[in-house]
């Protein structure tokens, strides 16, 4: 037992690792905030531009009654109006009807549900809190009693579901530069016989029972668009090819089931230029996210076969998921799928312009870059993805050179990342770096992110990240860029007088 205790914490430890350093990030990115916090409950004139500020050359306006431009994450993308008229005219009812408990009957649930299942061409749809409980019911009903999700290393269900919570084990595989897994490492992956299709989804209590049991590959977890490779979206063809490698296994008697983490799904359809279907349908499930891109304050959708929805509606109950009065939630759903969807190449437009200011670039026309080629959007970028495999992750795969001259990045930058969507990264030399970059910004009204290399895309100590939304004008990423540029400029200036 001591031998077999010991080999399963050998096997564990890659997974171990990434969760503190994950658990790290999350404890910085806690005091970032609250010290961005701290800095904006000052009152704007105890924040106004002073006279030898660097940005005043690059026309830098008074920040004095101006909003702050909040480019942290997508996440903080605000509802605008019409999302929240939505709520006063949501016609909604129990989702549970005390009649009967299994029936759903809101119909402005009902009303969604349909409606996303049909984009992405699947038969059903679930309407959930979070694409992070999406993830969670979707291992449950792929996985059964048995099963093991393979997922790549630096995904978001391997950093932060905390699947070992439910027991279920993660096999961590390299990522590809593309962000894809290798599918030949998959099928090297998949052990045993998959998942036993005679046996039931498992009721709450036998997901959290410990038991020593045999794990067999039930699930391949992707994540289309990648949050820690800059927003880029996976190649259009690898879904197809994905399932093509599901089907043979099939044959073969191996039943391997295919999720997407598909929160930001919505942008790789924009920059392939395809409807959402052409991606989604080749999986098994698919999470897809309301809150972030299309403004909603909050859900998500689930989707699949009829019989795989109805079994996650139940594990969603389960997990205390379910919604009193879901379609006030709903409404605002689908009137930011009304307003939004069709706007999102306007924040891969704005995505490209902050790439090519903080480069000291002209900006690009404003359809340049964003998707002219489906079947691959990474080279259309102006920026690399990756110069080379990162050797943590064993890639052997050259990546898209940058179509910029690195010696055009100021002193401490190490590269400009832009991944084809409204994400851009910015990698510096070191951790001091980047805080005072954050500083700088902060006093000028702008707040960025900011990401801690976790083995994955980002090689440098650190990254500044930021995301122009539908919230943010031209004016308000032209602003950013040229001050973030400013900022690196006279950064580079100090260092090389000291």
Known sequence: MMA??????????????????ANTLRSAIA??????????????????????????????????????????????????????AAVHTAAVAPEFPASNPKTLDDPETLRLEARVAALCGHEAALFTTSATLCNVIAQVVHCGRDGEVLVGSVNHTALFSDSEVLELPQTLLPLEPD???????????????????????PAATDVTKTKERKRTTAMLSVEDTHSRLAGLPLPLSYPRQARELADRLTVEGLDLRLHCDGARVWHAAAVHKVPLRDITAHYDSVSLCFCKALGAPMGAALVGSAEFIANARRVRRVYGGALWQSGYFAAMCSAGLDRRLHTLQ????????????????????????????????????????????NSEEGSTHAAPRSQHSRASLPSGVT??????????????SSVEIRDAILKGLAERGVLAGFMCALGGRAAAPACVRLIPTANHSLEDVHWAGVLLRGLLEAMATEDAAT
């Open 4 to 21: 077999t205790d010991a080999a399963t914490a050998s096997a564990d430890a890659p997974a171990t690792a990434l969760r503190d350093k």
């Open 31 to 84: 005091v970032q905030t609250s010290a961005a916090k701290a800095t904006f409950a000052q009152q704007p004139s105890q924040r106004a531009h002073t006279a030898d500020d660097n940005s005043a050359a690059a026309g830098a306006r008074p920040i004095a009654g101006e909003p702050v431009i909040d480019m942290r994450s997508d996440s903080y993308t605000r509802p605008d109006p019409s999302i929240w």
């Open 179 to 201: 962000g894809t897994i290798a599918l030949d490492a998959v099928a090297a992956a998949v052990r045993g016989s998959g998942r036993n299709k005679s046996d039931p989804t």
């Open 346 to 389: 306007e924040d891969h437009a704005k995505g490209a312009l902050l790439a090519a200011l903080i480069r000291g670039e002209t900006p690009p026309a404003r359809d340049e870059g964003v998707g002219s080629t489906p079947e691959a959007p990474a080279s259309q970028c102006a920026a690399s993805v990756a110069d080379t495999g």
């Open 415 to 428: 590269e400009v990342v832009w991944g084809g969507t409204n994400v851009v990264i910015v990698e510096v």
